[in-house]
């Protein structure tokens, strides 16, 4: 994020940071910044889809250490992407970066950090967190860097972020960098007046200073010239080759930050930008002078606070953005997006037709994990971009050719490439002209519940057993049995059950509500289970089969969750945070895969172990009864399968571009391109 190699040269030269006292103040927080920062602080898993728990513990210690303070947090996310696309570029480079690092975790051996690759309901886990913390939220309509620094200058009070744009805003209260933040080591007295959080702020008029007589007005400059994530222009290297930088651009040998400190050095030759930009242009040729001097202007343009008042958001609930206007999005669905109700991968398809799939650490040999709920990505697409039922009646071809198209970036093997998905064909009662996106509210409710069951595949009736803020991962389980591939082995299944009792153990036992019922027999077997939890499975070798599986799971969860939300939750959102242990489920796999009596984990509380019964019964009840079932091929069956690779591998060449999904599906066909 921001300036290439600013934040590094920031921290080299300490004389920019001056202490300061985080206490009895407003603090704007840049919620993308600090998820990431916390998620690998507190040293979650990434290798095995993640350990959401101990992220939500260390989201609600951080605001913790706030409240003792007296400082009063508002957490501002970034939205989609705006509606030029200008970072979409910077977006497929870092995807392909995170491509990179998930390719490396999944072979043996692999470890690290994961090079920041987030486990895929991360951000969602956070919001819920903020929400159960009462912390106030805003998420904008694209990215938040412009309003985050209205909002505080409009405060006076200090932005809190790891990104290092926010040197370049001119901000009243100053930019205090995540990674000088020690919100672990609050100091002073027992109450919020004497407690505060050592931190460090960024002084930007340290900073020009430390560079002669730089004006503030050029930094927006230096920081578009020095290729931000919107502005990327080869032409300016033209400028960096022949002019002659104070500090040594061109004999600069390999020295780290020497770009930067000539180039800020050059400007504060200058007193206002537009000097600046003339003497750029006069390195480049004649014809792109007026071009690169647009780009340039329009460029410097990103670092003005915006007109966007997200205060009265936060007291008034209003929400008022020139892009948001412009987008002509249904208000129920501007309003559900400003809350965080609803993903910026809605408002990516929903405006772009585009939407990146993140990446996990999966079986890069196999279809990316995506594909298993592309049927229910289909369905989303459908009802955000509202098709006529009146297309059923057509001709497949006619069909096909009316529905809608959303590029998808996702891995194909280890390359990050786009398909181009048709929505989904639904219901008469989703697509008639009484029922258009702005109205789907208007729906019944029962309605849409019907269209969340249909698309997973399941019925109520299944269900009702299901505890109600379970249905939907115990839904999505079901839907996510049938459709994998490769087909879904039955002890990965009682892992998956398995881990979900655990988080209902965990909720029973540790939930303050005194309305939540815990048994003696609860905690007993709760405590036993973190014991074996801790000792049993501490060195077993990474299952990428499983692995690839897992993450099967967590796409179809994800898009289940996105299809509820849109529907305005026919059934309860789950709690993720309790719901997911990437560690846990990989050990429990791994225990039942060569000793299949550890199922019998829960076996000193009757209600638990009828719990988990009940929970596989419901499964199993969607698939047919000889589905886990090993088949053994005759030696016929054998030749016949061999004979048949030899025909496909020799066929390959010529599959056509566009191919049906699955054979008497209603879901349309997908292309792919570079």
């Not at 000088?180 to 407690?195: E, I, P, R, T, Y």
């Not at 990505?377 to 809608?404: D, F």
């Not at 996702?410 to 258009?436: E, G, M, N």
Request: hydrophobic fraction near 40%.
């Amino acid at each position: 994020m921001g300036v290439p190699g600013l934040t590094g040269f920031v921290e080299e030269h300490g004389g920019f940071l001056a202490a300061l006292r985080v206490q009895r103040t407003k603090l704007v927080i840049d919620g993308s910044s600090l998820y990431h920062r916390l998620f690998f602080a507190c040293g979650a898993d990434v290798r095995h889809g993640g350990d959401y728990g101990p992220f939500a513990a260390a989201v609600g210690a951080f605001f913790d250490s706030l409240r003792a303070c007296g400082v009063a947090p508002c957490v501002v996310l970034d939205g989609g992407r705006d509606a030029a696309d200008g970072k979409l570029a910077t977006l497929r480079s870092r995807a392909a970066e995170r491509l990179r690092a998930a390719h490396g975790l999944s072979r043996p051996g692999g470890g690290g950090d994961g090079g920041g690759l987030l486990p895929l309901l991360a951000r969602e886990a956070f919001v819920q967190a903020l929400r159960r913390l009462g912390v106030p939220l805003a998420q904008c309509f694209a990215e938040a860097d412009r309003e985050i620094a209205a909002l505080a200058n409009r405060w006076g009070c200090p932005v809190l972020t790891l990104d290092s744009d926010f040197c370049i805003f001119d901000l009243r209260g100053g930019y205090c960098p995540l990674s000088h933040f020690q919100w672990q080591s609050v100091c002073g007295g027992g109450d919020a007046l004497g407690c505060y959080i050592p931190a460090k702020r960024f002084s930007s008029e340290k900073f020009c200073s430390h560079f002669g007589r730089l004006n503030k007005t050029l930094l927006p400059l230096f920081a578009v010239m020095s290729g931000n994530d919107y502005v990327n222009l080869p032409a300016l290297e033209v400028f960096f080759s022949k002019a002659r930088l104070p500090g040594g651009c061109c004999g600069w040998k390999g020295r780290k930050h020497a770009r930067i400190q000539g180039l800020l050095n050059w400007l504060s030759r200058f007193s206002e930008p537009t000097e600046a930009i003339e003497n750029v242009l006069q390195y480049l040729k004649k014809h792109q002078r007026e071009e690169i001097r647009e780009l340039l202007q329009a460029s410097m343009e990103g670092y003005t606070p915006s007109d966007v008042n997200l205060e009265d958001f936060f007291q008034h609930g209003n929400y008022e953005s020139q892009a948001a206007r412009k987008s002509d999005l249904p208000q129920w669905v501007l309003d559900a997006l400003t809350k965080g109700e609803l993903s910026p991968f809605i408002s990516d398809a929903l405006i772009l037709r585009s939407t990146f799939l993140h990446v996990q650490v999966e079986n890069m040999q196999r279809s990316s994990a995506h594909s298993t709920a592309l049927p229910i990505r289909q369905v989303i697409y459908g009802l955000l971009l509202k098709i006529s039922h009146t297309t059923e009646a057509a001709s497949p071809s006619k069909q096909i050719s009316k529905l809608p198209v959303v590029c998808e970036f996702d891995r194909i093997q280890k390359t990050l490439k786009k398909t181009f998905v048709q929505a989904a064909s639904l219901p008469a009662d989703f697509c008639d002209d009484h029922f258009p996106l702005d109205k789907l509210m208007e729906v019944p409710m029962s309605c849409r519940l019907m269209l969340l069951l249909e698309t997973l595949g399941v019925k109520m009736s299944i269900l009702e057993s299901v505890p109600s803020h379970l249905q939907l991962p115990v839904a999505v389980t079901c839907y996510w049995t049938r459709s994998s591939e490769p087909k879904v082995k039955l002890h990965q299944l009682k892992a998956l059950l398995l881990m979900i009792i655990f988080g209902e153990l965990h909720r029973t036992t540790n939930d303050p509500d005194p309305t939540v019922l815990c048994f003696e027999d609860d905690s007993i077997v709760y405590n036993q289970f973190l014991n074996e939890k801790e000792k049993k499975l501490q060195n077993i070798e990474f299952d990428l089969d499983a692995a690839h599986s897992f993450c099967q799971w967590q796409c179809c969860l994800q898009m289940g969750f996105y299809l509820n939300q849109i529907l305005s939750s026919p059934l309860p959102e789950p709690d993720l945070t309790r719901l997911y242990s990437g560690t846990l489920v990989h050990r429990l796999c791994q225990e039942l895969k060569s000793a299949p009596s550890a199922e019998n984990v829960f076996s000193l509380s009757p209600k638990m172990t009828q719990f988990y019964q009940d929970l596989l019964n419901t499964v199993n009840s969607t698939v047919p009864p000889d589905f886990f079932q090993k088949k053994t091929k005759t030696k016929s069956e054998s030749c016949k399968k061999k004979k048949a690779c030899n025909k496909t591998k020799a066929s390959r060449c010529a599959i056509p571009e566009t191919q049906p999904l699955c054979d008497g599906n209603r879901f349309a066909s997908l292309r792919v391109d570079d």
